[in-house]
């Protein structure tokens, strides 16, 4: 086969990846917002809200407050004698905070400049398309970090937060469309577990992998030899020649999806000792990229001695690192397993393991802790 790497698609995704770009993001949005609401809050002020029984101000209003909203929900004006007892509205103040808040305002901002530097895919995908997808994360952070300051007059309604959460996957989508493999890669997945509000759809799913794979995404054409070799989402167009050739191609550039498909195979023929090799030669590239469910795959060979010499310590060893790569696939099942090694003689350490396993959704740890 003639499809090789792309260099723009030097950086490859993980799970891992995911979710330290996702902590950045998280992190960049509550350090401008937060910054901003402090200069807010001390130039022009933030609203509090205010309930009237009827009689004079609370103490606890500033004098100088200047009332900005009047919500009266009993707008019947009675002058009867009894009318006060239903006069409650509810109103909104500005409070003016300390000057000193606007320093601190500042140096957040500032310091706020420096975070989305930490993204990891930052050298490949540059200045624009980071703060595109940051530009997603913002608004939905705006709308929660403004409700949890301001209280009840910035909650957002269901249409803030359904907009937030489609602009998300928006960014994704377009990304994609534009062209860029590992937003396909990310689709795909998507469409393939249903994540979120996404719906599974397999047929969806393995397109957007043979458009990344087209563009030279190695971890999409694995994906898509498989589809392709078991007719997933792609329908008459089965060819499990031609997936089998996708696997071993992917597997032999040592791509840890590639591999693991293909030692998956030799397993399923009772061929260990050359799934254990797969995995060992994978792992011990220095040139491929970790791979939680190849390290937990290669720590079952030898905790078990299947197709390699037995050794537990090392298996075990394994599993951890796997575990230490949450929420990537494989994290969930080491997690499990190192449960199963520890339930007889410590049942504690096994009850870690378990509670993390249930964590990461694997179900047999679910089912147990119920």
């Not at 799913?205 to 043979?210: C, E, M, V």
């Not at 040592?254 to 260990?272: F, I, M, R, T, Y």
């Not at 030669?281 to 290669?298: G, P, T, W």
């Not at 299947?306 to 080491?334: H, I, T, Y």
Request: aromatic fraction near 10%.
């Amino acid at each position: 086969m003639s499809i090789e790497p792309n260099e723009q698609d030097s950086f490859q995704w993980t799970a891992s990846s995911i979710v330290q770009s996702i902590a950045i993001f998280v992190l960049a949005g509550f350090a401008e917002i937060m910054g901003g609401w402090l200069v807010w809050a001390a130039v022009k002020g933030v609203r509090v809200e205010v309930v009237n029984d009827g009689g004079d101000t609370s103490d606890n209003v500033v004098a100088n407050d200047d009332i900005v909203d009047d919500v009266d929900d009993n707008d019947d004006s009675n002058d009867d004698d009894d009318g006060d007892m239903n006069n409650t509205s509810s109103k909104y103040a500005i409070t003016k905070k300390p000057w000193y808040f606007a320093l601190l305002g500042s140096l957040t901002l500032v310091a706020y400049g420096f975070i989305p530097c930490l993204q990891p895919s930052a050298a490949s995908d540059g200045f624009a398309r980071i703060y595109a997808a940051y530009g997603g994360f913002f608004i939905v952070l705006s709308f929660l970090l403004g409700w949890a300051l301001e209280g009840e007059s910035a909650k957002p309604d269901v249409g803030d937060l359904v907009g937030g959460g489609v602009a998300l996957i928006q960014l994704l989508l377009k990304e994609a469309e534009r062209g860029d493999a590992r937003a396909q890669h990310s689709v795909g997945l998507l469409l393939w577990n249903g994540f979120g509000s996404v719906d599974i759809d397999p047929e969806e799913s393995s397109k957007w992998h043979a458009a990344a794979a087209i563009q030279g995404n190695v971890d999409a054409l694995a994906v898509l030899g498989g589809c392709i070799r078991t007719g997933t989402g792609i329908g008459k167009h089965k060819n499990i020649a031609l997936g089998l050739k996708c696997i071993e191609y992917t597997a032999m550039i040592s791509n840890p999806s590639g591999v693991n498909k293909k030692a998956a195979l030799l397993e399923s023929n009772d061929d260990w000792f050359g799934a254990a090799r797969l995995y060992e030669q994978c792992y011990n590239d220095e040139a491929a990229k970790k791979n939680a469910l190849l390290m937990f795959n290669l720590g079952f060979c030898l905790v078990n001695g299947f197709g390699v010499e037995k050794n537990v310590q090392v298996g075990e060893s394994l599993w951890r690192e796997s575990v230490d790569m949450a929420p990537d696939e494989g994290s969930e099942e080491a997690s499990f397993f190192l449960y199963e090694q520890y339930e007889r003689d410590d049942k504690g350490e096994a009850r870690k393991w378990l509670e993390m396993s249930a964590e990461l959704g694997y179900p047999e740890a679910v089912e147990l802790l119920r």
